[in-house]
């Protein structure tokens, strides 16, 4: 078969993350017999450079006519001053919103060979995890109205909108119930319902869910109270459903427990094709050009993009093994602890590839 698909290396280390993640798909490609086309536009700053918006044309047009979308990541401080339109963050919301992407799954678990990476007690690290993070990504906060003025009396205002509508809850609930049932079968609805109208809303909607899905477990959870829960006791979370911002911020804090924010890998979904797939993490100036961001969350990202898009479950079977395999032999980019040998971005992709 020959599948097409779009990369948008983006910013920072997008490009040395996404230049290891082509590499391993090529080498799936050789061994299952696929053709994989890769056609690469940009996003992000590196958009505004060339064309002076973060989302261009051309990039939505090649992206809409790709079957999948690999994603690197955006940002920088070098456009941390620009006008919020050509700010490389605007490309990214612009690219799900113009896709309508609204479910980001993030599945954190726990691998086995990073139990020494794990920063929790080792009896919860023993215990393990497997999290489900289904957030909310075109609505809300990200999308409302945004304001700002100079008052005469309070100096300058700044407002964001946040809102939803029961048809934007119900068609990510309904996304998370059916994820649970393929899992262990238990739902947790985070909300802030005791301060916010949106969360009431929400939570409105989760419970009617919650009665046409009986054979699911269900609980709603506070989000401060989930942020503490998922540290404390992760292995008590199957499936998290939450509203954009909440799910933002609650995965950078469960990618930590899996080892490090360079782990965790995301697919970016709306009712058609084409899927956008994205490591959590961003472009971490702080490292960029320095050849040691760790690949694994974007070549988690690839192996996503086969199971979900492509339906080649086998071929992101042999990604995942082979990940597991380089981690298990100690590999471990520096953000890792543990291990038994540090090595750099490309050398962990070489790695992998060899256990394909
Ligand atoms: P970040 O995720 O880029 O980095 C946070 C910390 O984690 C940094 O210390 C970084 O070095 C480290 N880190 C992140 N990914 C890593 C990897 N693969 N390997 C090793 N270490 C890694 O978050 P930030 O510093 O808050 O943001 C930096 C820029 O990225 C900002 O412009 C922000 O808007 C953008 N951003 C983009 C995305 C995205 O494109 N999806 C996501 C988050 C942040
Ligand atoms: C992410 C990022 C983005 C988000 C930013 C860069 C707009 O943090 O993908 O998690 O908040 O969604
Ligand atoms: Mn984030």
Redesign the pocket.
């Known amino acids: 078969m020959t599948y097409n698909i779009a990369l948008l290396p983006?910013d920072?280390?997008?490009p040395e993350?996404v230049t290891e993640a082509v590499k391993v798909l090529e080498t799936v490609g050789e061994k299952f017999s696929h053709t994989f086309n890769f056609s690469t536009y940009l996003l992000?700053g590196c958009a505004t450079d060339k064309y002076g918006v973060p989302y261009p044309e051309e990039t939505a047009k090649g992206c809409k006519a790709s079957d999948a979308v690999l994603?690197?990541?955006?940002?920088?401080?070098k456009w941390?001053q620009l006008p919020v339109h050509q700010r490389?963050?605007q490309g990214?919301l612009a690219i799900r919103s113009d896709l309508e992407l609204f479910a980001n799954l993030r599945p954190a678990a726990l691998r086995p060979a990073l139990k020494d990476a794990c920063p929790l007690r080792e009896a919860t690290a023993d215990r393990g995890f497997d999290i489900m993070i289904v957030r909310e990504l075109t609505g809300g906060i990200y999308f409302g109205k945004r304001n700002r003025y100079e008052d005469p009396e309070k100096g300058v205002v700044a407002s964001d909108l946040m809102e939803y509508s029961e048809k934007e809850i119900e068609r990510i609930g309904r996304r998370a119930f059916e994820l649970a049932a393929l899992r262990r079968k238990k739902v947790t609805n985070v909300d802030k319902a005791n301060v916010l109208e949106t969360s009431r809303l929400w939570r409105s909607v989760m419970h009617r869910l919650s009665e046409e899905n009986p054979d699911i477990e269900y609980q709603d959870m506070y989000v401060d109270n989930a942020a503490m829960q998922i540290v404390r006791d992760p292995a008590a979370f199957d499936v998290i459903v939450t509203e954009n911002m909440f799910g933002d911020i609650l995965s950078?804090e469960a990618s930590m427990i899996t080892g490090?924010?360079?782990l965790l890998p995301s697919a970016s979904i709306g009712s058609g094709a084409p899927a956008l797939y994205?490591?959590?993490?961003?472009?971490?100036?702080?490292?960029a050009g320095q050849g040691?961001?760790?690949?694994i969350?974007t070549i988690l990202s690839a192996a996503m993009l086969l199971r979900y898009s492509f339906k080649l479950g086998a071929e992101a079977d042999a990604i995942e093994a082979a990940v597991d395999k380089a981690l298990n032999e100690g590999y471990r980019?520096?953000?890792m602890s543990g291990g038994v040998k540090k090595v750099s971005t490309v050398e962990m992709g070489e790695i992998i590839r060899k256990n394909i």
């Open positions: 983006g920072g280390i997008g993350v992000g994603l690197g990541a955006v940002g920088g401080p941390d490389p963050e990214l950078d490090s924010i360079g994205e490591p959590i993490h961003g472009s971490a100036p702080d490292i040691i961001a760790n690949p969350a980019t520096p953000d």
